[in-house]
Nanobody, 120 residues
């Protein structure tokens, strides 16, 4: 099994910053893509940002230039630095890791989600 544990969410004022972290643990053989997705109530989960094991990044247009994704492969951890936060960034953020395990091969694993609230 693989567990993804997120941290760093919370309440922040517009224009402020937050840093999300997500650490993967368990019977991991290899991790390819790690990323962050978000989901607002009543809407589908959507891409925020992803990063490959070699550091290639991809961002949603809505966050490009404001958010930065990074990872520490040695720690199986992915980060999301969120700057210039806007009211519309208020959603639940989910960590995802495309992970290979000895038992299940390659599959996507998800964290439990962390709430980010941008409010004055």
């Amino acid at each position: 099994q693989v567990q993804l544990v997120e941290s760093g969410g919370g309440l922040v004022q517009p224009g402020g910053s937050l840093r999300l972290s997500c650490a993967a643990s368990g019977s991991i053989f290899s991790i390819n893509i790690m990323g962050w997705y978000c989901q607002a109530p009543g809407k589908q989960r959507g891409l925020v940002a992803t990063i490959t094991s070699s550091g290639v990044t991809n961002y949603a247009d809505s966050v490009a230039g404001r958010f930065t994704i990074s990872r520490d492969n040695a720690k199986n951890t992915v980060y999301l630095q969120m700057n210039s936060l806007k009211l519309e960034d208020t959603v639940v953020y989910y960590c995802m890791a495309t992970t290979e395990t000895y038992r299940n091969g390659w599959r996507d694993y998800w964290g439990q989600g962390t709430q980010v609230t941008v409010s004055s």
